[in-house]
C-alpha cells in the first residue's frame, strides 16, 4: 500500500480539485446562478490540507505535492476539454503530455517501476 500511496493520495486530492473547480466554472458560465454555491468549494478546500498532511508519512512535500499539481493538471484539463468544451493548441496539448510523463517520474521509484 505505501508504495502507492503518494499516488492515491495525490489522486483524491486532483478529483477534490475536478469537481469544486468544475463547480466554480459553471458559476462562472452562468451555469449554476446561486452563489450560495461557492459555499461548496470553500468547505471542500478547507479540508484539503489535512489530507495532504496524511500524504507526507508516505513522500516527501516536494513530491507530493508535484503529484497533486500534475495529476490535477491531466483530470482539469480533460474537464474542460470533454465537458465544458474548451480547447488547447498543439503546444499546450504537449505540456499535457509531459504532464503524465512527470507523474511517471516522480512516481516510479517508490512503484518500483525504475
Known sequence: MSSIAPILYGLFMATIDL?????????????????????????????????????LRFESMIVMNLLWDLISDVLVTANGILYFKESLSRVKMFGVLFSFLGIFFLSCEKAGFC
Open 19 to 55: 469537481f469544486m473547480l468544475g463547480i466554480l466554472k459553471m458559476i462562472s458560465t452562468g451555469a449554476i446562478k446561486n452563489m450560495l454555491w461557492m459555499a461548496v468549494p470553500t468547505v471542500v478546500y478547507a479540508i484539503q490540507p489535512w489530507i495532504f498532511l496524511q500524504s
